[in-house]
């Protein structure tokens, strides 16, 4: 499956939220609201991992060439992932939820 196929929509499994795709070419892999993701790859868009856990976001970093960054950890086999902070101006991340995050109240 080609990554601009995999820029769909769909209903985050942690709190419901009905989430668009990006609008500004880039593909989201978690939710604007809650910022949870969902552990569907094994490499970024392969699609292969069978886990399907929740991946609760831990901490935002910034790393070079990449930005901020959520670091997400699975919470059924503990997978650790870094996804970029999705800054669509239109569809982008709760600014709110981020800063929690980044705080330690997320």
């Known amino acids: 499956m080609s990554?601009?196929?995999q820029n769909q929509g769909f209903t985050c499994e942690n709190c419901g939220t009905l989430?668009?795709?990006?609008?500004?070419?880039?593909?989201?892999?978690?939710?604007p609201a809650c910022l949870y993701s969902k552990h569907v790859?094994?490499?970024?868009?392969?699609?292969?991992s069978t886990c399907r856990g929740a991946m609760r976001p831990e901490r935002v970093e910034h790393r070079g060439g990449k930005g901020l960054v959520i670091v997400h950890r699975c919470t059924v086999c503990g997978f650790v992932r870094p996804n970029r902070i999705a800054d669509d101006p239109v569809r982008g991340d709760d600014i709110d939820a981020v800063i929690a995050l980044m705080s330690g109240r997320g």
């Open 3 to 5: 990554r601009s196929a």
């Open 19 to 31: 989430v668009a795709p990006l609008s500004n070419g880039s593909y989201r892999n978690h939710c």
């Open 41 to 48: 790859d094994v490499e970024p868009g392969d699609r292969a």
